[in-house]
Protein backbone atom coordinates (compact mmCIF):
# COMPACT_ATOMS: atom_id res chain seq x y z
CA UNK A 1 0.00 0.00 0.00
CA UNK A 2 1.82 3.32 -0.97
CA UNK A 3 1.39 6.66 1.06
CA UNK A 4 -1.28 8.40 -0.66
CA UNK A 5 -3.27 5.25 -0.05
CA UNK A 6 -3.26 6.08 3.35
CA UNK A 7 -6.07 9.05 3.04
CA UNK A 8 -9.89 8.10 2.62
CA UNK A 9 -10.70 8.77 -1.12
CA UNK A 10 -13.52 11.38 -1.91
CA UNK A 11 -15.86 10.06 -4.08
CA UNK A 12 -16.00 13.14 -7.61
CA UNK A 13 -19.02 15.15 -7.81
CA UNK A 14 -20.54 16.10 -11.30
CA UNK A 15 -18.80 19.41 -10.73
CA UNK A 16 -15.01 18.28 -10.20
CA UNK A 17 -15.86 15.68 -13.52
CA UNK A 18 -16.60 18.82 -15.70
CA UNK A 19 -13.36 20.75 -13.90
CA UNK A 20 -11.38 17.53 -15.12
CA UNK A 21 -12.66 17.91 -18.55
CA UNK A 22 -11.76 21.24 -19.02
CA UNK A 23 -8.08 20.65 -17.62
CA UNK A 24 -8.07 18.06 -20.01
CA UNK A 25 -8.86 20.50 -22.69
CA UNK A 26 -6.22 23.35 -21.54
CA UNK A 27 -3.39 20.59 -21.65
CA UNK A 28 -4.49 19.54 -25.21
CA UNK A 29 -4.68 23.14 -26.19
CA UNK A 30 -1.10 23.83 -24.81
CA UNK A 31 0.79 20.51 -26.52
CA UNK A 32 -1.11 21.54 -29.90
CA UNK A 33 0.48 25.12 -29.50
CA UNK A 34 3.44 23.95 -28.41
CA UNK A 35 3.91 21.66 -31.06
CA UNK A 36 2.70 24.22 -34.32
CA UNK A 37 5.05 26.45 -33.54
CA UNK A 38 8.26 24.10 -32.61
CA UNK A 39 7.73 22.11 -36.01
CA UNK A 40 8.33 25.12 -37.89
CA UNK A 41 11.31 26.35 -36.44
CA UNK A 42 13.66 25.68 -39.75
CA UNK A 43 10.78 27.43 -41.59
CA UNK A 44 10.63 30.64 -39.81
CA UNK A 45 14.97 30.22 -40.16
CA UNK A 46 14.61 30.55 -43.81
CA UNK A 47 12.02 33.20 -44.10
CA UNK A 48 13.87 35.51 -41.85
CA UNK A 49 17.72 34.82 -43.07
CA UNK A 50 18.33 33.76 -39.72
CA UNK A 51 21.71 32.27 -38.71
CA UNK A 52 22.37 28.97 -36.41
CA UNK A 53 23.79 31.47 -33.85
CA UNK A 54 20.60 34.04 -34.31
CA UNK A 55 18.36 31.11 -34.17
CA UNK A 56 19.61 29.54 -31.26
CA UNK A 57 19.00 33.07 -28.97
CA UNK A 58 15.51 33.72 -31.17
CA UNK A 59 14.73 29.85 -29.13
CA UNK A 60 16.57 31.09 -25.62
CA UNK A 61 14.49 34.18 -25.63
CA UNK A 62 11.31 31.52 -25.11
CA UNK A 63 11.96 29.32 -22.23
CA UNK A 64 13.91 32.93 -19.96
CA UNK A 65 10.67 34.86 -20.77
CA UNK A 66 8.27 31.75 -20.08
CA UNK A 67 10.36 31.53 -16.50
CA UNK A 68 9.33 35.18 -15.69
CA UNK A 69 5.78 33.99 -16.88
CA UNK A 70 5.76 31.39 -14.48
CA UNK A 71 6.14 33.19 -11.65
CA UNK A 72 3.62 36.48 -12.74
CA UNK A 73 1.42 33.59 -13.39
CA UNK A 74 2.03 32.11 -9.65
CA UNK A 75 1.37 35.11 -8.20
CA UNK A 76 -1.08 36.05 -9.84
CA UNK A 77 -3.05 32.93 -9.47
CA UNK A 78 -2.72 33.20 -5.46
CA UNK A 79 -4.75 35.98 -5.41
CA UNK A 80 -7.53 35.57 -8.18
CA UNK A 81 -7.17 31.51 -9.35
CA UNK A 82 -5.55 29.72 -11.85
CA UNK A 83 -8.71 29.82 -14.20
CA UNK A 84 -8.40 33.70 -14.53
CA UNK A 85 -4.84 33.47 -15.70
CA UNK A 86 -5.62 30.63 -18.17
CA UNK A 87 -8.46 32.69 -19.84
CA UNK A 88 -5.83 35.30 -20.75
CA UNK A 89 -2.94 33.64 -21.36
CA UNK A 90 -3.58 30.16 -23.24
CA UNK A 91 -5.65 32.63 -26.08
CA UNK A 92 -2.36 35.10 -25.73
CA UNK A 93 -0.03 32.29 -26.48
CA UNK A 94 -2.39 30.54 -29.61
CA UNK A 95 -2.05 34.22 -30.59
CA UNK A 96 1.44 35.15 -30.70
CA UNK A 97 2.34 31.39 -31.99
CA UNK A 98 0.09 32.90 -35.30
CA UNK A 99 1.49 36.17 -35.07
CA UNK A 100 5.06 34.71 -35.33
CA UNK A 101 4.01 33.25 -38.84
CA UNK A 102 2.42 36.83 -40.40
CA UNK A 103 6.36 38.88 -38.65
CA UNK A 104 7.52 40.46 -41.68
CA UNK A 105 10.70 40.87 -40.00
CA UNK A 106 12.68 39.90 -37.00
CA UNK A 107 11.55 42.62 -34.85
CA UNK A 108 8.03 41.58 -34.60
CA UNK A 109 9.30 37.55 -34.60
CA UNK A 110 11.28 38.45 -31.74
CA UNK A 111 8.16 40.62 -30.35
CA UNK A 112 5.77 36.96 -30.63
CA UNK A 113 8.36 35.11 -29.09
CA UNK A 114 8.29 37.50 -26.12
CA UNK A 115 4.43 37.04 -26.22
CA UNK A 116 4.85 33.53 -26.64
CA UNK A 117 6.96 32.95 -23.46
CA UNK A 118 4.81 34.90 -20.88
CA UNK A 119 1.85 32.74 -22.59
CA UNK A 120 3.85 29.36 -22.27
CA UNK A 121 4.58 30.06 -18.46
CA UNK A 122 1.36 31.34 -17.90
CA UNK A 123 -0.16 27.95 -19.24
CA UNK A 124 2.43 25.47 -18.23
CA UNK A 125 1.83 27.10 -14.65
CA UNK A 126 -1.79 27.60 -14.41
CA UNK A 127 -2.88 24.14 -15.84
CA UNK A 128 -0.82 22.11 -13.69
CA UNK A 129 -2.45 24.53 -10.72
CA UNK A 130 -5.72 23.12 -12.02
CA UNK A 131 -4.66 19.16 -12.62
CA UNK A 132 -3.17 19.44 -9.03
CA UNK A 133 -6.93 20.87 -8.04
CA UNK A 134 -8.67 18.37 -9.47
CA UNK A 135 -6.38 15.09 -7.77
CA UNK A 136 -6.78 16.85 -4.67
CA UNK A 137 -10.96 16.35 -5.52
CA UNK A 138 -10.71 13.11 -6.84
CA UNK A 139 -8.44 11.81 -3.72
CA UNK A 140 -5.86 9.82 -6.10
CA UNK A 141 -3.60 10.04 -8.78
CA UNK A 142 -4.81 11.76 -12.12
CA UNK A 143 -2.15 14.59 -13.17
CA UNK A 144 -0.02 12.09 -15.60
CA UNK A 145 -3.19 11.49 -17.58
CA UNK A 146 -3.03 15.15 -18.40
CA UNK A 147 0.06 14.87 -19.35
CA UNK A 148 -0.64 12.20 -21.11
CA UNK A 149 -2.60 14.25 -23.62
CA UNK A 150 -0.62 17.03 -23.78
CA UNK A 151 2.00 14.47 -25.32
CA UNK A 152 -1.11 13.33 -28.09
CA UNK A 153 -2.03 17.07 -28.57
CA UNK A 154 2.13 17.76 -29.25
CA UNK A 155 1.94 14.99 -32.03
CA UNK A 156 -1.32 15.68 -33.55
CA UNK A 157 0.32 19.44 -34.09
CA UNK A 158 3.30 17.54 -36.07
CA UNK A 159 0.85 15.76 -38.06
CA UNK A 160 -0.96 18.68 -38.88
CA UNK A 161 2.48 20.54 -39.66
CA UNK A 162 3.94 17.41 -41.83
CA UNK A 163 -0.17 17.91 -43.65
CA UNK A 164 0.18 21.45 -43.97
CA UNK A 165 3.40 21.27 -45.82
CA UNK A 166 2.46 19.02 -48.10
CA UNK A 167 -0.90 21.09 -48.78
CA UNK A 168 1.60 23.93 -49.62
CA UNK A 169 -0.39 26.65 -46.99
CA UNK A 170 1.44 29.25 -46.07
CA UNK A 171 2.91 29.80 -42.02
CA UNK A 172 -0.03 32.47 -41.08
CA UNK A 173 -2.89 30.07 -42.69
CA UNK A 174 -1.24 26.77 -41.01
CA UNK A 175 -1.28 28.69 -37.76
CA UNK A 176 -4.48 29.94 -37.72
CA UNK A 177 -6.57 27.04 -38.86
CA UNK A 178 -4.63 25.00 -35.89
CA UNK A 179 -4.61 28.04 -33.08
CA UNK A 180 -8.20 29.70 -33.20
CA UNK A 181 -10.10 27.03 -32.89
CA UNK A 182 -7.60 26.14 -30.22
CA UNK A 183 -8.01 29.44 -28.46
CA UNK A 184 -12.18 29.20 -28.69
CA UNK A 185 -11.46 26.36 -26.90
CA UNK A 186 -9.39 27.05 -24.37
CA UNK A 187 -12.02 30.11 -23.60
CA UNK A 188 -14.82 27.93 -23.46
CA UNK A 189 -13.16 25.24 -21.02
CA UNK A 190 -12.24 28.51 -19.18
CA UNK A 191 -15.82 28.28 -17.70
CA UNK A 192 -15.67 24.96 -16.65
CA UNK A 193 -12.22 25.17 -14.66
CA UNK A 194 -12.56 25.57 -10.81
CA UNK A 195 -13.10 29.28 -9.50
CA UNK A 196 -10.69 30.33 -6.92
CA UNK A 197 -12.83 29.43 -4.25
CA UNK A 198 -12.74 26.06 -4.97
CA UNK A 199 -9.59 26.00 -6.22
CA UNK A 200 -8.09 27.59 -3.01
CA UNK A 201 -9.44 24.72 -0.95
CA UNK A 202 -7.04 23.36 1.43
CA UNK A 203 -7.96 19.22 2.04
CA UNK A 204 -9.00 17.83 5.37
CA UNK A 205 -5.92 16.18 5.84
CA UNK A 206 -4.00 20.12 5.68
CA UNK A 207 -7.03 22.36 6.93
CA UNK A 208 -4.61 22.57 10.22
CA UNK A 209 -1.91 24.41 8.09
CA UNK A 210 -4.18 26.89 6.35
CA UNK A 211 -6.43 28.89 7.99
CA UNK A 212 -9.58 29.80 6.19
CA UNK A 213 -9.63 32.61 3.66
CA UNK A 214 -5.88 32.81 3.79
CA UNK A 215 -3.01 32.02 1.18
CA UNK A 216 -0.33 30.23 2.96
CA UNK A 217 2.94 31.05 2.71
CA UNK A 218 5.01 27.78 1.11
CA UNK A 219 8.41 27.23 2.46
CA UNK A 220 11.32 27.01 -0.11
CA UNK A 221 13.17 23.72 1.42
CA UNK A 222 10.84 20.78 0.89
CA UNK A 223 10.21 22.12 -2.66
CA UNK A 224 14.11 21.98 -3.48
CA UNK A 225 14.20 18.22 -4.32
CA UNK A 226 11.16 18.94 -6.26
CA UNK A 227 12.84 21.85 -8.16
CA UNK A 228 15.73 19.74 -9.12
CA UNK A 229 14.37 16.68 -10.13
CA UNK A 230 12.67 19.00 -12.35
CA UNK A 231 15.58 21.12 -13.64
CA UNK A 232 17.36 17.58 -13.84
CA UNK A 233 14.60 16.28 -15.55
CA UNK A 234 14.47 18.84 -18.93
CA UNK A 235 18.49 18.91 -18.77
CA UNK A 236 17.94 15.19 -20.38
CA UNK A 237 14.70 16.43 -22.58
CA UNK A 238 16.80 18.96 -23.83
CA UNK A 239 19.58 17.40 -24.51
CA UNK A 240 17.57 14.53 -26.69
CA UNK A 241 14.87 17.44 -27.94
CA UNK A 242 18.34 19.41 -29.51
CA UNK A 243 21.36 16.72 -29.86
CA UNK A 244 19.24 13.37 -30.30
CA UNK A 245 19.57 13.63 -33.84
CA UNK A 246 22.77 15.03 -34.33
CA UNK A 247 23.80 12.31 -32.30
CA UNK A 248 22.47 9.78 -34.42
CA UNK A 249 24.40 11.17 -37.38
CA UNK A 250 28.00 11.89 -36.06
CA UNK A 251 28.35 8.86 -33.36
CA UNK A 252 26.65 5.91 -34.79
CA UNK A 253 25.89 7.08 -38.30
CA UNK A 254 22.36 6.29 -38.75
CA UNK A 255 21.49 6.60 -42.13
CA UNK A 256 18.65 10.09 -42.86
CA UNK A 257 15.77 7.68 -42.30
CA UNK A 258 16.95 6.13 -39.27
CA UNK A 259 17.90 9.13 -37.41
CA UNK A 260 14.19 10.74 -36.75
CA UNK A 261 13.87 7.27 -35.31
CA UNK A 262 15.64 8.41 -31.83
CA UNK A 263 13.16 10.86 -31.07
CA UNK A 264 10.28 9.55 -32.38
CA UNK A 265 10.93 6.41 -29.74
CA UNK A 266 11.43 9.25 -27.13
CA UNK A 267 8.17 9.95 -27.63
CA UNK A 268 6.49 7.35 -28.09
CA UNK A 269 7.43 5.86 -24.71
CA UNK A 270 6.66 9.11 -22.90
CA UNK A 271 3.14 8.80 -24.03
CA UNK A 272 2.79 5.44 -23.18
CA UNK A 273 3.94 5.48 -19.97
CA UNK A 274 2.24 8.45 -19.21
CA UNK A 275 -0.90 6.62 -20.53
CA UNK A 276 -0.40 4.34 -17.50
CA UNK A 277 1.43 6.29 -15.13
CA UNK A 278 -1.69 7.51 -12.72
CA UNK A 279 -2.04 3.94 -11.76
CA UNK A 280 1.38 2.76 -11.24
CA UNK A 281 1.45 5.76 -8.62
CA UNK A 282 -1.74 4.96 -6.95
CA UNK A 283 -0.06 1.29 -6.64
CA UNK A 284 3.62 2.24 -5.44
CA UNK A 285 3.18 5.65 -4.51
CA UNK A 286 4.88 8.67 -6.07
CA UNK A 287 8.45 8.34 -4.54
CA UNK A 288 8.76 4.73 -5.34
CA UNK A 289 7.83 5.74 -9.21
CA UNK A 290 9.66 8.52 -9.21
CA UNK A 291 12.88 7.22 -8.03
CA UNK A 292 12.39 3.42 -10.73
CA UNK A 293 12.08 6.68 -13.23
CA UNK A 294 15.46 7.91 -12.66
CA UNK A 295 17.04 4.52 -12.81
CA UNK A 296 15.45 3.88 -15.85
CA UNK A 297 16.11 7.25 -17.15
CA UNK A 298 19.75 6.35 -16.22
CA UNK A 299 19.85 2.97 -17.97
CA UNK A 300 18.80 4.55 -21.05
CA UNK A 301 21.39 7.23 -20.76
CA UNK A 302 24.10 4.68 -20.52
CA UNK A 303 22.64 2.72 -23.55
CA UNK A 304 23.10 6.17 -25.53
CA UNK A 305 26.69 6.69 -24.24
CA UNK A 306 27.89 3.61 -25.13
CA UNK A 307 25.86 2.48 -28.25
CA UNK A 308 27.92 0.97 -31.00
CA UNK A 309 25.12 0.74 -33.35
CA UNK A 310 22.06 3.08 -34.67
CA UNK A 311 19.40 0.18 -33.24
CA UNK A 312 21.05 0.37 -29.61
CA UNK A 313 21.04 4.17 -29.21
CA UNK A 314 17.27 4.16 -30.40
CA UNK A 315 16.55 1.46 -28.11
CA UNK A 316 18.34 4.13 -25.11
CA UNK A 317 16.23 6.84 -26.10
CA UNK A 318 13.26 4.31 -25.55
CA UNK A 319 14.28 3.63 -22.35
CA UNK A 320 15.04 7.44 -21.35
CA UNK A 321 11.76 8.06 -22.64
CA UNK A 322 10.26 5.46 -19.85
CA UNK A 323 12.09 6.88 -17.16
CA UNK A 324 11.63 10.69 -17.49
CA UNK A 325 8.10 10.72 -18.40
CA UNK A 326 6.65 10.24 -14.55
CA UNK A 327 9.12 12.66 -13.49
CA UNK A 328 7.06 16.33 -14.60
CA UNK A 329 3.68 15.44 -13.33
CA UNK A 330 4.61 13.71 -9.80
CA UNK A 331 6.55 17.10 -9.65
CA UNK A 332 3.57 19.24 -9.67
CA UNK A 333 1.92 16.53 -8.28
CA UNK A 334 4.22 16.95 -4.93
CA UNK A 335 4.41 20.99 -5.14
CA UNK A 336 0.39 21.05 -4.41
CA UNK A 337 0.63 18.34 -1.68
CA UNK A 338 3.10 21.00 -0.07
CA UNK A 339 0.93 24.18 -0.62
CA UNK A 340 -1.53 24.06 2.22
CA UNK A 341 -4.31 26.49 0.57
CA UNK A 342 -3.93 24.86 -2.60
CA UNK A 343 -2.96 29.00 -3.82
CA UNK A 344 -0.24 27.63 -6.59
CA UNK A 345 2.92 29.22 -5.68
CA UNK A 346 4.77 25.75 -4.96
CA UNK A 347 3.92 24.49 -8.56
CA UNK A 348 4.33 28.20 -10.36
CA UNK A 349 7.90 27.89 -8.47
CA UNK A 350 8.44 23.97 -9.55
CA UNK A 351 7.39 24.87 -13.06
CA UNK A 352 10.06 27.76 -13.20
CA UNK A 353 12.78 25.00 -13.04
CA UNK A 354 11.37 23.63 -16.02
CA UNK A 355 12.95 26.43 -18.42
CA UNK A 356 16.07 26.58 -16.33
CA UNK A 357 16.52 22.83 -17.12
CA UNK A 358 15.70 23.07 -21.01
CA UNK A 359 18.59 26.16 -20.94
CA UNK A 360 21.27 24.77 -18.96
CA UNK A 361 20.85 21.21 -20.69
CA UNK A 362 20.82 23.14 -24.22
CA UNK A 363 24.13 25.09 -23.16
CA UNK A 364 25.86 22.09 -21.16
CA UNK A 365 25.53 19.85 -23.88
CA UNK A 366 26.16 22.10 -26.63
CA UNK A 367 29.38 22.89 -24.55
CA UNK A 368 30.67 20.05 -23.65
CA UNK A 369 30.41 18.64 -27.09
CA UNK A 370 32.37 21.41 -28.87
CA UNK A 371 34.96 20.65 -26.44
CA UNK A 372 35.13 16.68 -26.73
CA UNK A 373 32.50 15.05 -28.43
CA UNK A 374 28.83 13.77 -28.29
CA UNK A 375 29.33 10.66 -26.39
CA UNK A 376 31.05 12.46 -23.56
CA UNK A 377 28.61 15.35 -23.95
CA UNK A 378 25.65 13.02 -23.12
CA UNK A 379 27.57 11.68 -19.78
CA UNK A 380 26.04 15.07 -18.08
CA UNK A 381 22.37 14.09 -18.29
CA UNK A 382 23.19 10.45 -17.45
CA UNK A 383 24.91 11.69 -14.21
CA UNK A 384 21.88 14.16 -13.10
CA UNK A 385 19.40 11.19 -14.12
CA UNK A 386 21.22 9.04 -11.52
CA UNK A 387 20.63 12.24 -9.12
CA UNK A 388 17.11 12.03 -9.53
CA UNK A 389 17.06 8.73 -7.71
CA UNK A 390 18.01 10.39 -4.51
CA UNK A 391 15.94 13.48 -4.84
CA UNK A 392 13.41 10.90 -4.80
CA UNK A 393 12.75 10.89 -1.01
CA UNK A 394 11.03 14.16 -1.76
CA UNK A 395 8.28 12.81 -3.19
CA UNK A 396 7.47 11.27 0.01
CA UNK A 397 3.46 13.11 1.00
CA UNK A 398 4.42 14.21 4.02
CA UNK A 399 2.95 17.58 6.12
CA UNK A 400 3.46 20.97 4.85
CA UNK A 401 5.83 23.69 6.14
CA UNK A 402 3.88 26.99 6.04
CA UNK A 403 6.29 30.12 5.05
CA UNK A 404 6.66 33.09 6.83
CA UNK A 405 3.95 34.98 5.20
CA UNK A 406 0.75 35.14 3.95
CA UNK A 407 -1.36 37.22 1.60
CA UNK A 408 -5.34 37.46 2.03
CA UNK A 409 -7.29 36.01 -1.22
CA UNK A 410 -9.96 37.83 -3.26
CA UNK A 411 -12.04 35.83 -5.79
Not at 105 to 132: E, I, K, S, W
Not at 342 to 358: D, K, L
Request: with cysteine; glycine share 10%.
Amino acid sequence: MSAEDTVPTPRPTPRDRQARLATFAVFFVQGLTFATLLTHVDALQRKHGLSDGELTILLLVVPVIAGAGSVLAGAAASRWGSRTILRVVQPLACAAVVLAGLAPNVPTLVAANVLFGLGLGGVDAGMNMQGVAVEREYGRAVLTGFHALWSVAAVAGALWASAAATLGLTLPVMFAIALVPAAAVSVLSSFRLYRPEEEHRASPSREENAPAGTAAGVAWRPIIPLCLAMAFLYVGDSSISNFGSVFMGKVVHASAGVIPLALGAYQLTTFLVRVGGDFAVRRWGSAAIVRAGGAVATLGFVAIVTAPTAPLAIAGFALTGIGLSVIAPQSFSAAGRLDPAGTGVAIARVNMFNYVGFIVGAALVGGIADASDYRVAFGAPLVLAAAIILLARGFQPRTAEPGPTAAPLTS
